[in-house]
């Protein structure tokens, strides 16, 4: 092969592999991740939704989701994360607490891991402080007290990111007061899920 | 004759330039009717960007068609445009806009009955409509009297508040209900009708229905 032919081959293979590397690159930049699963130790088995899923970043869909995180000799870890729509990456942490010999001697040989985890876990739990502050504006206000009616609120069984608002108020007065005083915050009723505590409904419970 | 190749070359080259991005400036705009709106005519008109007053823009001098009866697609200037019907015996006005910078956009046209119709549907259902809440929730009977009942969006909503009018002065609250038109049937949303309607509570129930309900008590 003379000398043009090989320097015009290696343009040509150059030309190939820069093309494929502008494809991967698009390919990464525009891949859809939601979360980030960070598991220590790094032999813990991971669960979402009851399927099993490995560590990294992964798509899910928005939406509410159970993570369970098990490891030998660990304690299993459940928690409900979740997933915004156009929010960014969620980091979620799967640590199985230990709790047998096994998993001490484990803990002992990786304290740099361990140290690494209490960061990360406090990391996550500030940001989901701070999320939920975001998502969840009125807190800023709660709990209120006035003479004739109280506001609280309390976290969601079903969603840990949703609130419940309590309303305190002995009358019908009062509770059309307390929903007036949310309403002159500049937060529209309709989107919370309100309990009225002393108001027995003559029609029955939900 | 070599230069005046290479001249039409580089016109050839500008021309094209020129042609696609002339072609990219546009983007289509398909309009759909749905079944439910027949015999509505909108119009279309180029309302410019967010910061300027729709309301405003909205004139002959910024129509760019009108008297669309029907689906249509329309090649239009990247730009925001407003699709407009305006009120009539059987539909509400109905105005969307649309921005064509990102992309092709389609919109269904479907605006919600006119008060007069709604109206009509309500005088037609009441009975069934009390009937359905009553059998659903039989205290009701005796102890609230149905007020400010109404009809929304196409006759598939309907709204009241409850009025006590029961002994109990402690829980003498209005209540509100909603009920949803399921066939020729009615079907109680609110189980049990509350002091407040939650779109937490009750995601299927829209938004403006809820509100509409709730600012009539509070």
């Given at each position: 092969m003379d000398q043009q032919k090989r320097t015009r081959l290696l343009i040509i293979l150059a030309i190939v592999i820069s093309i494929c590397l502008i494809f991967y690159a698009v390919y990464q930049a525009t891949r859809k991740?939601?979360?980030?699963?960070?598991?220590?130790?790094?032999f813990t088995q991971v669960t979402i939704d009851g399927k099993p899923a490995k560590a990294g970043r992964i798509y899910l869909n928005p939406g509410v989701h159970e993570i369970e995180g098990s490891a030998n000799g660990f304690e299993t870890i459940r928690k409900t994360v979740t997933i915004q729509e156009g929010a960014p990456i969620k980091k979620i942490t799967v640590f199985p607490n230990p709790n047998s010999d096994i998993a001490l001697q484990w803990v002992d040989a990786n304290p740099e891991l361990m140290?690494?985890?209490?960061?990360?876990a406090g990391d996550e739990a500030r940001e989901e402080g701070d999320r939920f502050r975001n998502n969840n504006k009125?807190?800023?206000?709660l709990p209120y007290r006035s003479l004739i009616f109280n506001i609280d609120y309390g976290i969601s069984k079903t969603n840990p990111?949703?609130?419940?608002?309590?309303?305190?108020a002995p009358s019908a007065l009062d509770r059309q007061y307390a929903i007036?005083?949310?309403?002159?915050?500049?937060?529209?009723?309709?989107?919370?899920?309100i309990v009225f505590t002393e108001f027995s409904n003559p029609l029955g419970v939900r | 004759m070599?230069?005046?190749?290479?001249?039409l070359g580089v016109v050839a080259i500008a021309f094209s330039i020129g042609l696609t991005i002339y072609l990219r400036s546009f983007n289509d705009l398909t309009i759909n009717f749905s079944e439910k709106s027949s015999g509505v005519i909108v119009d279309v008109y180029n309302t410019g960007p967010d910061t300027v007053d729709e309301a405003q823009q909205i004139n002959d001098k910024n129509l760019v068609a009108s008297d669309i009866k029907s689906n249509q697609k329309l090649r239009l200037k990247k730009d925001s445009y407003s699709i407009v019907s305006k009120k009539n015996d059987?539909?509400?006005a109905f105005n969307q806009k649309v921005s064509l910078y990102q992309g092709d956009v389609e919109v269904l046209v479907e605006p919600f009955f006119s008060e007069s119709r709604l109206n009509d549907i309500l005088n037609v259902n009441k009975g069934s409509i009390q009937s359905s809440a009553i059998s659903s929730y039989p205290r009701i009977d005796g102890?609230?009297?149905?007020?400010?009942?109404?009809?929304?969006?196409?006759g598939d909503w309907y709204g009241a508040t409850l009025k006590y009018i029961g002994p109990d002065v402690n829980n003498a609250d209005p209540l509100l209900i909603v009920l949803k038109r399921e066939g020729s049937n009615w079907k109680v949303i609110t189980r049990p009708p509350s002091l407040l309607v939650s779109q937490k509570d009750y995601p299927e129930i829209p938004l403006d229905i809820a509100d509409q309900l709730n600012q009539r008590v509070y």
């Open positions: 991740y939601t979360a980030e699963i960070i598991t220590i130790p790094n140290k690494k985890r209490e960061s990360l009125i807190t800023d206000q990111d949703d609130i419940i608002i309590y309303i305190k007036s005083q949310i309403k002159s915050w500049g937060y529209d009723p309709s989107l919370y899920s | 070599k230069k005046l190749l290479v001249f059987s539909f509400a102890r609230y009297i149905f007020e400010n009942e109404k009809i929304f969006h196409f």
